[in-house]
């Protein structure tokens, strides 16, 4: 794979991130609120639900044609599921045992276990021995938050974080899947495609286990359900792919840690959540595992040292 060279972070790019992690992370806000009176599946078939109509404007608005065949129809199917359906099911089913705060540090993992499963299964993206460290910081980070009770005793918030950590696999899964079978349409057709798919896949799946949602919920638990979906879905796919393009995927990666600050702050201000201090030392791991697995911090710091001893 040749070596190109990465696009600049520029202040617009920036703000965009900014404005993304706001989202993502008040996506772990919203699922809160909403939990008070929404089960978490049909949590995940209203984010995904009310998105679609919003998402689709946009494609009609930008001219951009939707595939018909059975095949991508088959893969929206797949990426709805790695992509919405399960790690969503997970994430909202782990809130209602711990913190949204937490939930947000242990999705933090996302990237490095992303560039582990890409080393596995991708060609072109190598398992390197800093994917390695960095997902085995990742695991240490995970492992000081769950604590030593963990592998002792039955503790429902320890299988809660299980689940958020399921959910980042997923996700990985998804990475892999995306660079594989969805090549070759517009990102936001193929936004638009996992979203219907992950909508088709809920629809039963809520019918079945949560019975027919009910509509007559409280103003605020409406508006975290089409906050959630509107901004933290449609919005966010949308600033995500203009991200990418603009600033690259390695630039991208680093709203996975800007994402737990919005989480925990929104946490702290609103619902009254306090991180322990053994989840701040968790995030930190995570964070330095991240640092490890996109490398161009050490690789700056490694550049200089030479032109330090001259």
Same mark, same amino acid.
């Given at each position: ?144 938050? $769950?604590? /030593?009770?963990? *592998?002792?005793?039955?503790? +429902?918030? &320890? %299988? @809660? ?5 399921? !959910?980042? =696999? ?31 896949? $809920?629809? /039963?799946?809520? *019918?079945?286990?949560?019975? +027919?949602? &009910? %509509? @007559? ?5 409406? !508006?975290? =359900? ?33 994402? /737990? ?9 609103? %619902? ?6 053994? !989840? ?31």
């Amino acid at each position: 794979m040749t070596n190109q060279p990465m696009p600049a972070m520029d202040l617009t790019a920036g703000v965009m991130l900014l404005l993304l992690a706001a989202v993502w992370g008040g996506s772990f806000f919203f699922g809160e609120v909403a939990l008070s009176e929404v089960p978490p599946l049909t949590i995940t078939l209203h984010r995904v639900f009310w998105a679609v109509p919003i998402l689709a404007l946009i494609v009609i608005f930008k001219g951009l044609s939707v595939p018909r065949t059975p095949r991508a129809w088959g893969a929206y199917l797949v990426m709805g599921a790695l992509n919405n359906a399960i790690p969503f099911s997970l994430i909202f089913w782990g809130q209602t045992q711990i913190d949204s705060g937490l939930a947000s540090i242990l999705n933090a993992t996302t990237a490095m276990f992303a560039a582990v499963v890409a080393g596995l299964l991708l060609k072109d993206e190598p398992l390197t021995p800093k994917k390695i460290a960095g997902a085995a910081l990742g695991i240490l980070g995970v492992a000081f938050i $769950m604590g /030593p009770s963990a *592998l002792t005793e039955f503790n +429902p918030s &320890n %299988l @809660a974080q299980l689940a958020i950590l399921g !959910a980042t =696999l997923s996700y990985a899964f998804a990475g892999v899947w995306g660079r594989t079978a969805l090549s070759g349409q517009p990102p936001l057709v193929n936004a638009l495609g996992m979203l219907i798919g992950s909508t088709v896949l $809920m629809i /039963p799946i809520v *019918l079945v286990m949560d019975g +027919p949602p &009910n %509509l @007559a919920l409280s103003s605020g638990v409406w !508006a975290a =359900l089409l906050g959630m979906a509107a901004l933290s879905t449609a919005l966010a796919y949308v600033l995500y792919f203009a991200i990418l393009a603009r600033a690259g995927a390695a630039n991208l990666l680093l709203v996975t840690l800007l994402i /737990p600050p919005f989480a925990i702050g929104l946490g702290v201000s609103f %619902l009254g959540e306090k991180m322990e201090p053994e !989840a701040w030392v968790g995030f930190a791991i995570i964070a330095i595992g991240f640092a490890v697995t996109d490398g161009r911090l050490f690789s700056r710091f490694v550049r200089r040292k030479p032109q330090q001893a001259e």
